[in-house]
């Protein structure tokens, strides 16, 4: 079994045009997978807290770093790319699909999204890709979750 959504496209992405052959290419595709993991899952944890109603049981203090996290990874994405159209260069890579993933719902985490244009357009740069499924599915509160912290 293999966990971890970019280590699995990692390995579903080696051979393909989504994974360049090139070293230095490769290695800033997970430098950016690295950087969804650090960043981006501010945005991730604000937005589960909001859409299970679990915000307001979170200390303000940490809901307000989470907040300030999700900022900063929106500024820094926004800066690169206004340099180029996906954020390698002008592939698109599996560090877009990683990068992706709640990006594009950081509006569902009250994080200002709109006031990111180059973010919003690598956005509609990523859904218009072949084969993207702009399907998603609204959380289901995990009856096993009611012993989490509050």
């Not at 300030?68 to 800066?79: F, K, M, T």
């Not at 954020?87 to 698109?92: A, F, L, R």
């Not at 719902?105 to 702009?134: K, N, T, Y």
Request: glycine share 6%; charged share 20%.
């Amino acid at each position: 079994m293999l966990a971890e959504s970019n280590a699995i496209l990692t390995y579903l992405a080696s051979g393909t045009q989504y994974l360049p052959a090139d070293a230095f290419a490769a290695a800033k595709v997970q430098q950016w997978m690295s950087f969804e993991q650090d960043y981006v899952l501010s945005i991730a944890s604000l937005r589960h807290w909001t859409m299970t109603g679990k915000l307001a049981r979170r200390p303000a203090a940490l809901v307000e770093m989470r907040r300030a996290g999700g900022l900063r990874a929106l500024q820094i994405l926004e800066r690169e790319l206004a340099l180029r159209p996906f954020i390698i260069g002008d592939t698109y890579t599996i560090a877009d699909i990683s990068l992706f993933a709640y990006t594009h719902r950081a509006d569902e985490a009250g994080l200002p999204l709109r006031e990111f244009p180059h973010v919003c357009a690598w956005i509609e740069r990523v859904r218009a890709q072949p084969g993207f499924l702009d399907e998603h599915y609204p959380y289901a509160i995990d009856p096993h979750s009611s012993g989490e912290l509050p």
